[in-house]
């Protein structure tokens, strides 16, 4: 007879991608605003689509060569690590705790819906923390996905503390930080092109900034950043985010917005077909997308990023239905 933990992954299973993809929509309302978006990033950096197509191939290498993935494209390599954008990830170890501990005490009520097992895995770890459940709700649905993905083996590994502590900020005080600009000075009024502005790639990392001026690209700015980051990802051959083309021929420049997306140019036609054909999901043809190629996307305003740890043209997948 199976146990509670057989059962339990039995009942994640039941849901693909578009199942998984309306849950968090319904969720969206109880995830706190500092990771409603965050949230949202985690699913389209690591869609449960690509997990499939790689476990489901008889020659997975070769499946990575054809949709031409690099960089860290594996959920499993990097359970504890792939979430640390999240304000919420610094709740991690409960939440994988609380998990661990609802499995191997009880299967799943076949009267409870995914949306409600969140929830219910959020209250629990929250109280244990003693933090607010809105804080919570995002993190323990990207440990179930992860769960899903990687296994109970995987998952119940010792968790392996981030090399950055996070944020001592509030959520409040991140979100105002997301929405302000540079000063520029007394006479800013008077500059229009030659406005300086500020992007994050990292909110954990003080040191991760770097300038960019008024309508420049993301990836242009990135580029006069010369400190060492090929030895940490070698897709990085100019600056933190990876380029190859700067013309939206490749798709390795995508980065998720955290920071209000209105403070960055409209997508590009160029972008928007790109977009289609590289499958990245959470991507829409407007200003409000919160998937951009940086190489495309000219900044307005103080920009803050997730540079996702890998790229690929995985836009067959979805067009296999």
Same mark, same amino acid.
């Given at each position: 007879?199976?146990?509670?933990?057989?059962?339990?992954?039995?009942?994640?299973?039941?849901?693909?991608?578009?199942?998984?993809?309306?849950?968090?929509?319904?969720?969206?309302?109880?995830?706190?605003?500092?990771?409603?978006?965050?949230?949202?990033?985690?699913?389209?950096?690591?869609?449960?689509?690509?997990?499939?197509?790689?476990?489901?191939?008889?020659?997975?290498?070769?499946?990575?060569?054809?949709?031409?993935?690099?960089?860290?494209?594996?959920?499993?390599?990097?359970?504890?690590?792939?979430?640390?954008?999240?304000?919420?990830?610094?709740?991690?170890?409960?939440?994988?705790?609380?998990?661990?501990?609802?499995?191997?005490?009880?299967?799943?009520?076949?009267?409870?819906?995914?949306?409600?097992?969140?929830?219910?895995?959020?209250?629990?770890?929250?109280?244990?923390?003693?933090?607010?459940?809105?804080?919570?709700?995002?993190?323990?649905?990207?440990?179930?996905?992860?769960?899903?993905?990687?296994?109970?083996?995987?998952?119940?590994?010792?968790?392996?503390?981030?090399?950055?502590? %996070?944020?001592? $900020?509030?959520? /409040?005080?991140?979100?105002? *930080?997301?929405?302000?600009?540079?000063?520029? #000075?007394?006479? =800013? +009024?008077?500059?229009?092109?030659?406005?300086?502005?500020?992007?994050?790639?990292?909110?954990?990392?003080?040191?991760?900034?770097?300038?960019?001026?008024?309508?420049?690209?993301?990836?242009?700015?990135?580029?006069?950043?010369?400190?060492?980051?090929?030895?940490?990802?070698?897709?990085?051959?100019?600056?933190?985010?990876?380029?190859?083309?700067?013309?939206?021929?490749?798709?390795?420049?995508?980065?998720?917005?955290?920071? %209000?997306?209105? $403070?960055?140019? /409209?997508?590009?036609?160029? *972008?928007?077909?790109?977009?289609?054909?590289? #499958?990245?999901? =959470? +991507?829409?043809?407007?200003?409000?997308?919160?998937?951009?190629?940086?190489?495309?996307?000219?900044?307005?305003?103080?920009?803050?990023?997730?540079?996702?740890?890998?790229?690929?043209?995985?836009?067959?997948?979805?067009?296999?239905?």
């Amino acid at each position: 007879m199976p146990d509670n933990e057989s059962l339990f992954s039995a009942f994640l299973n039941q849901h693909d991608e578009a199942a998984w993809a309306q849950v968090i929509a319904d969720l969206l309302p109880a995830i706190h605003p500092v990771d409603a978006v965050a949230t949202r990033l985690w699913f389209a950096f690591f869609p449960l689509k690509l997990h499939h197509a790689l476990e489901q191939s008889p020659d997975p290498a070769k499946t990575a060569e054809e949709l031409l993935l690099k960089g860290k494209y594996r959920l499993a390599d990097q359970v504890d690590a792939s979430a640390e954008f999240l304000y919420g990830h610094r709740y991690w170890p409960e939440v994988k705790r609380t998990i661990r501990e609802y499995a191997s005490g009880r299967s799943v009520p076949k009267s409870l819906s995914l949306a409600e097992l969140i929830r219910e895995i959020a209250r629990q770890a929250a109280e244990r923390v003693g933090a607010d459940d809105q804080l919570l709700v995002g993190i323990s649905a990207v440990a179930l996905m992860t769960l899903q993905q990687v296994g109970w083996e995987a998952f119940s590994r010792s968790y392996n503390f981030p090399s950055a502590p %996070p944020s001592k $900020k509030s959520p /409040e005080q991140i979100l105002q *930080e997301r929405a302000r600009d540079d000063g520029q #000075g007394i006479f =800013g +009024f008077l500059k229009s092109v030659d406005k300086k502005f500020t992007v994050t790639f990292s909110e954990r990392d003080p040191k991760a900034k770097f300038p960019i001026i008024n309508m420049q690209d993301l990836t242009m700015a990135a580029a006069n950043d010369k400190r060492d980051y090929r030895s940490r990802d070698p897709r990085c051959i100019e600056g933190p985010i990876p380029v190859e083309c700067r013309t939206a021929a490749c798709g390795t420049c995508w980065v998720g917005i955290l920071s %209000p997306t209105e $403070k960055l140019s /409209e997508p590009t036609t160029r *972008e928007v077909k790109k977009m289609k054909e590289f #499958g990245y999901r =959470g +991507f829409t043809p407007d200003r409000s997308s919160i998937i951009r190629l940086a190489c495309q996307t000219r900044a307005l305003g103080n920009v803050t990023i997730v540079i996702p740890p890998w790229c690929g043209v995985i836009g067959k997948l979805y067009e296999q239905n």
